[in-house]
């Protein structure tokens, strides 16, 4: 359905597109013909600008449609500047927004497990303090959906690992 849906919206812009250049043309001729024949210059030359008006509006959205279809089935790499830049343009052109296409290049939001083993690397890296990978950890697990996951299990046994090695001056809060 999908390759059939592509190619009809691809002939649909080619038609119309053939469409509004054929009546734009034949509009000229015939409001040249008016003009040395003494007919009605004004009205023929309204009638076929507003039907090639009409066809080209039809074209573009025709045009815009399978421009949308064919990014949503390209795979184009995600990144998140260009799903950034894509939001702002959006947020200044509304029209843009129905289209979606930030969310196309946007990256998958990473998953508990990918954001547990980032925090984890950080804090081997002595990146983070115990505190500050406590507090994160807490916070994580807090936004975690699923409270009952292996996630929080494998958490449990390493705070509780450090908790114990740790002493009491480590758990005081920072002084001023």
Do not use: C, W
Not at 45 to 68: E, H, M, N, P
Not at 85 to 95: C, D, F, I, N
């Amino acid at each position: 359905m999908r390759d059939n849906r592509l190619l009809l919206l691809f002939a649909a812009v080619v038609l119309t597109t053939l469409g509004a250049v054929g009546l734009g043309i034949v509009g000229v001729v015939a409001t040249v013909g008016a003009l040395l024949g003494g007919g009605a210059v004004i009205e023929t030359f309204a009638g076929f600008l507003l039907g090639t008006l009409l066809l080209v509006g039809v074209d573009i959205v025709f045009s815009v449609a399978l421009v949308r279809a064919l990014a949503r089935r390209a795979s184009v790499p995600k990144s998140q500047r260009v799903a950034g830049g894509l939001t702002r343009l959006e947020s200044v052109v509304p029209p843009l927004a129905s289209l979606g296409l930030s969310d196309v290049f946007a990256p998958p939001e990473p998953t508990v497990e990918e954001r547990h083993e980032a925090l984890t690397r950080r804090y081997v890296e002595g990146d983070l303090s115990e505190a500050e990978y406590e507090r994160e950890l807490q916070a994580l697990l807090g936004e975690s959906e699923n409270p009952d996951s292996e996630l929080l299990d494998a958490v449990d046994m390493e705070t509780d690992l450090s908790r114990t090695a740790a002493t009491d001056a480590e758990y005081e809060p920072a002084r001023e």
